[in-house]
């Protein structure tokens, strides 16, 4: 149930509707307050503050409101854009799902919204004079709120949708896709074993997996005692020719084409990829901004080499989890089996598209060296996987520079440690 939560919340994080609707309703809540507070205060209590002081007030915010709401939908239509060209529209998601961003817009809507409820009803005489007190005190909340979120917006759209803070944000959601997976009950139910028997799952649609419902799965296993193997994680792509899992055991009867039907329902797909519970699409999106960096059109070499350094960071993060889930508590998911993420998988998806696309750039090639070089002494099960890689960028290298003194430099790079 968590996860379902979880995984609503991140869809609705990037629907640029979401949080404006919200501010809606505050605002109309935020006048309606202001009417009940009038109504329950003695008028002799608080100044008396006029209609027409209110109104022209309440004007300024009314037209400054609104055009700074269309300024800051073009600005950020820009970055988007602007974030999709430098990077990889791959990255769109993570941008559109800015919360300094998101929160300004709401903000700028609700206060034209408010404005718009508030002279009305001052006009025709909602507000007693308590009311009016009640109402000045909540205007000149608004315009306190709606500046300071000007200013932090006004230093976020300077930076967003460039290339330093994509490859940030990236960063970030994958480092959040590794944690989340290292405390799942993944980490320690992935299964090596592969079958051809026990009764095949097939989902009749065509997407990308993008999450399951394990806890749906379960539930079914537990009520038919039966195992159920999966075949895929999310990020794989799904055919109906794919078995997605396999049901494992002796069932007492025959199971029905209902309960096939509905185990399919677990898994959902989607027309791309999500970053929440694939930990391989953020090494796949750094490869791909690096790739981008590289080609000639760019010629960018120095973005490859940070992305190098980041993808050398998420590497290490996996081998080294800050927090994993109890193989001996978390019996939650004790009828389901997965199949491993491939340390060599994390390797392709990070490092064949820069060797391959920047096996002509000397700096590149002699980064890449020293990556591996850092990722064999950072784990022993990581070394051969290293060294691995580092021979194939080296014969890469080797085709492709057209210097002999440039690929000495980048042997010597390798044969200082891959002895």
Known sequence: ????????????????????????????????????????????LVPDISRESLEVLLGVLNTGMLAVAVFAVGAM???????????????????????VSQNALSTFIGA???????????????????????????????????VITFIRW???????????????????????AITRYQRSWLWHGASEEESAEGVEVRV???GYLQWIDFSLLQRWADKADLKIRLNVLPGAFITPDRVVARIMGKPERAI?????ERLGQAFRLGEQR???????????VLSEIASRALSPSVNDPGTAIQVVGQLVRLLHLWRNPEEEADAETDKRYDRLEAPAVQL??????????ISRDGASMREVMIRLQKAFRALAAIDPEMKDMAEHYARLSLKRAQNALSLEEDYEDVRAVYEQWAK
């Open 344 to 353: 060599e998988s994390l390797f392709d998806d990070a490092f064949i598209g």
């Open 274 to 284: 999500l970053f929440d519970e694939d930990p391989r699409f953020g090494f796949v």
């Open 256 to 260: 029905a084409e209902e309960d096939l």
């Open 112 to 146: 034209f919204l408010f404005s718009v409820i508030a002279v009305l009803a001052l006009m025709n005489g909602f507000y007693s004079g308590a009311g009016r007190f009640f109402l000045l005190i909540l205007t000149l909340a608004v315009f306190w709120v709606v």
């Open 77 to 99: 239509v820009s970055a988007y854009s602007s974030a999709g060209q430098t990077a990889t529209p791959r990255s769109f998601s993570l941008i559109i799902a800015d919360d």
């Open 1 to 44: 149930m968590l996860s379902t939560l979880q995984f609503i919340r991140n869809r609705l994080s990037e629907a640029l509707w979401v949080r404006p609707l919200v501010m809606c309703v505050v605002s109309f809540m935020g006048t309606v307050v202001a009417y009940l507070l009038g109504r329950w205060v003695d008028a002799s």
């Open 154 to 176: 006004v230093d976020r759209i300077a930076r967003l949708g460039r290339l330093a803070m994509t490859l940030k944000k990236v960063e970030a959601a994958t480092t959040r």
């Open 204 to 206: 009749p649609r065509i």
